[in-house]
Each structure stands twice: as C-alpha cells, then as structure tokens.
Nanobody, 115 residues
Framework: QVQLVESGGGLVQAGGSLRLSCAASRSIVSINVMGWYRQAPGKQRELVAYITSGDETTYADSVKGRFTISRDNAKNALYLQMNSLKSDDTAVYYC?????????WGQGTQVTVSS
C-alpha cells in the first residue's frame, strides 16, 4: 500500500505554468509505474502522463510538448511540470501509483486556468 498527497494546484492565467507534486508515504523505488490523471467537470477521468521505474514516459496527445512528468526516488515524490497552460487543462489532477493488481490514488488537486 501507499498513500499519495498532491500539492501545487491553483489558479493560473492561460499561458502560465504550474508544478504539481505528489508525496508518497513510502519508498517509490519499487513502484513500476506512477502517473497523473485528471478529471474536468462533466468529463471522464483521463490519463495525462505516466512514468516507469526506468524513467520511460508517456503523455496524452493533448499535453505533449507542454507537460513533463518526473519522479525523484530519493524524495519519494512524483512531479508534473505544466507549461503553456490552456483553459482546457482546467481539472482536478490525481497522482497514481500502480502496484499490481491495484492502482492507488491521491485525493486530487484543483488546477484552474483562466482565459
């Protein structure tokens, strides 16, 4: 098991940047996949990006070139650097840890992008 706590959300103008952080309650070295999902009002939750223990990354097409996912095993932390934010990026962002057969979720952090 692992508990995840996100931080770093807030209100930002379109074109601005935010960095989300996710603190894990234990070492993440052995967690093969960690990721970020988001859910906008009235929409289904969607994958934003994920990163493997080998630092391989995958991004949703909508965020490629603007968002960067990273992990710091020494700090038990996951990050999401978000640049060139758009109003469509407004959502609650969730950190995840994939520990087979389960996926653990944080409580989410709100990101609001004003146009």
């Amino acid at each position: 098991q692992v508990q995840l706590v996100e931080s770093g959300g807030g209100l930002v103008q379109a074109g601005g940047s935010l960095r989300l952080s996710c603190a894990a309650s234990r070492s993440i070295v052995s967690i093969n996949v960690m990721g970020w999902y988001r859910q906008a009002p009235g929409k289904q939750r969607e994958l934003v990006a994920y990163i493997t223990s080998g630092d391989e990354t995958t991004y949703a097409d909508s965020v490629k070139g603007r968002f960067t996912i990273s992990r710091d095993n020494a700090k038990n932390a996951l990050y999401l650097q978000m640049n060139s934010l758009k109003s469509d990026d407004t959502a609650v962002y969730y950190c995840t840890a994939h520990i087979i057969p389960n996926i653990y979720w944080g409580q989410g952090t709100q990101v609001t992008v004003s146009s």
